[in-house]
């Protein structure tokens, strides 16, 4: 198995399930310049590669939002850079969004706490006084993870840069969540 081939096909699956959620192995195949042999080389079938893909993405969403928030002065400030961060990997939230693994125990495991850590990051940002008190901590994520991913479809619809999407998911959250406090 090769490093270069698999990120490949992970890569290609990535941007076919966000463009067809139902697409086929042989369409990740065909995306990804290989053939139908050579992915069932690297994967068994399409149960292992969806792990592969929740593995990489809950991997590549931590690690793009740890390197953005390492110099941040608060969590709120954190949250916003983290979102900016985000934009560009908004497949692959969609894709643990979307994608049924809770039966995987790694997958399940890693996506708790995942969202753990959100959580637990949503409670300070309301200790700092950005999120209004009557505002539930899960609305707050979960509006914080729909920001994540209308920010990409924006970038995707060419409506907006990566950066004018952030900015405006940003200032939604901002306005919404902090409410009249």
Do not use: C
Not at 100 to 109: F, G, I, S, W, Y
């Amino acid at each position: 198995m090769t490093d270069k081939t698999e990120a490949a096909i992970l890569n290609a699956a990535f941007a076919t399930y966000a463009e067809k959620p139902t697409a086929t192995l042989a369409e990740v195949a065909t995306a990804a310049g290989i053939g139908r042999a050579t992915l069932h080389r690297h994967f068994k079938g399409r149960e292992d590669l969806m792990t592969a893909l929740a593995l990489k993405a809950i991997k590549d969403i931590d690690t793009a939002f740890e390197e953005a928030t390492r110099d941040a002065e608060s969590y709120t400030d954190a949250m916003r850079l983290g979102l900016d961060a985000m934009t560009a990997l908004a497949d692959r939230q969609t894709f643990l969004e979307t994608e049924p693994l809770d039966h995987v125990p790694e997958v399940a495991r890693e996506y708790d706490r995942q969202r753990k850590e959100l959580t637990d990051a949503m409670e300070e940002v309301r200790k700092e006084g950005s999120i209004a008190a009557n505002i539930p901590t899960a609305w707050a994520v979960k509006t914080y993870e729909a920001m994540i991913y209308t920010a990409w479809s924006m970038v995707k619809d060419g409506e907006a840069t990566p950066k004018q999407a952030s900015a405006l998911a940003w200032q939604t959250l901002e306005s919404g969540l902090a409410g009249d406090a």
